[in-house]
């Protein structure tokens, strides 16, 4: 479900709402454009009624929302469930273990500045609250059988931080009313908190073309944004806005939509796997390897774009596997069929062992050995391949992949 964020704009202060997923906000007043960086996940409040005079004692209480999917690969298969949820993240008894709906129900603040209160550390470590996350949804392989690597691929990773105060020997939370704990019973944990931290403001960065000073393309959830002047793409790095190596293999005429997808080349010397032909021989793949297939490096294709779980695995098993069909690509250019980017590098990394485990034919040859497995010299693109339009369906001509109309336009919202 959707997380709406009040954010009003840099520039004109206009009152702007945004989609807790919205890396860009586009201004309906002034209309201007602005990428939203930030040092680690985006950080929110829930709103609760105070009065001026105690805005300071606020104490906030950090909770980890965590929107995405979790793969497992156990001894009876892959599974996958869509999770979308929030966990304490400060071991206090009488905290909500969980936000609930509310966050949904509410519009969130963006923290900043201006935020008043001290907050308390996020002190349950994020891989701890994934693992919790997984057991609640079943995915820990618990039914007896063998968990041999699990991944979260996130579209959401963010704090929301719940609003306390101190009444009457009791810490109550702000936005129900409801006191959680007596004072004398919370004293043993360390509610000191901090300040608000500059580090966690979130930076407006103006969506020029870096190489040619031209207006950036791109929708409010579009992670990689295009230049349609010199025809290049871009994404938020570490710095500000870095260069994405882009490819395109251009369609024929039939061509009705582009759709992208993260090329990633990766070795996995522990599984043997350096060469696609070594992909090809170790996955099982019921085809005769060609010869030059030991030449060219495994690379792993990931769709760029959110989609549901089973149709992300299959749309990127079909890529990887028949990769070898994608000859021809060319520097990209800009087109106005192409479908926006969704699913950022990071998360797509995620996936490579994942569509790994999707690809073998004889689980038993891979399955047991993922967990050990590491990538080593990874480097990556983004590539745009040609589908065609075929009633429901898009459909990859050269390598069958096929992606249904209507699981596109919910994976957009998803
Ligand atoms: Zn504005
Ligand atoms: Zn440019």
Redesign the pocket.
């Known amino acids: 479900m959707d997380i709406r964020v009040e954010q009003p704009c840099p520039q004109c202060g206009g009152a702007v709402t945004l989609s807790a997923s919205d890396r860009l906000l586009t201004c309906p007043y002034c209309g201007i454009k602005n990428f939203l960086q930030a040092d680690g996940p985006f950080r929110y409040s829930l709103p609760g009624n105070v009065d001026a005079a105690v805005q300071d004692q606020l104490l906030h209480a950090p909770y980890l929302r965590f929107k995405g999917t979790v793969f497992l690969v156990s001894e009876t298969g892959i599974s996958h469930r869509v999770v979308d949820t929030t966990q304490a993240g400060f071991p206090m008894p009488g905290l909500p273990p969980s936000l609930g709906m509310r966050p949904q129900a509410m519009r969130l603040a963006r923290l900043s500045a201006g935020n008043p209160g001290r907050f308390l550390r996020l002190s349950v470590k994020a891989p701890v609250i994934l693992e919790k996350v997984a057991r609640i949804h079943a995915l820990s392989g618990k039914d007896g059988s063998r968990l041999y690597h699990r991944a979260y691929i996130g579209e959401e990773l963010s704090f929301i931080y719940l609003p306390l105060l101190r009444e009457d020997e009791m810490l109550v939370d702000v936005v129900t009313g409801d006191p959680l704990i007596t004072l004398a019973k919370a004293a043993s944990y360390p509610l000191k908190g901090s300040p608000f931290n500059p580090r966690w403001q979130v930076k407006f960065l103006a969506t020029l073309?870096p190489?040619?000073?031209?207006s950036l393309d791109g929708e409010g959830d579009c992670l990689v944004l295009t230049?349609s002047?010199?025809d290049?793409a871009w994404h938020l790095g570490r710095s500000g806005l870095e260069r994405i190596d882009c490819r395109i293999i251009p369609g024929g005429l039939d061509t009705a939509i582009y759709l992208a997808f993260w090329k990633i080349s990766a070795h996995l010397p522990s599984m043997k796997i350096w060469s696609f032909a070594d992909f090809m021989q170790q996955t099982n793949q019921p085809v005769v390897i060609h010869n030059d297939w030991r030449e060219r490096v495994m690379s792993f294709w990931i769709p760029a774009f959110k989609l549901q779980p089973r149709m992300f695995l299959k749309a990127g098993r079909q890529a990887t596997v028949n990769q070898w069909r994608f000859d021809g690509d060319q520097e990209m250019y800009v087109l106005p069929n192409q479908y926006p980017v969704t699913l950022p590098f990071n998360e797509a990394l995620q996936a490579i062992k994942v569509i790994l485990a999707a690809s073998a034919t004889s689980p038993e040859n891979i399955f047991p050995y993922l967990a050990g497995a590491q990538t080593e010299n990874i480097s990556y693109s983004l590539v745009y391949l040609p589908f065609e339009d075929r009633k429901h369906d898009w459909v990859q001509p050269r390598t069958g992949v096929v992606i249904a109309k209507n699981i596109l336009r919910l994976g957009r919202s998803l």
């Open positions: 073309c190489r040619c000073g031209w230049c002047n010199c290049t």
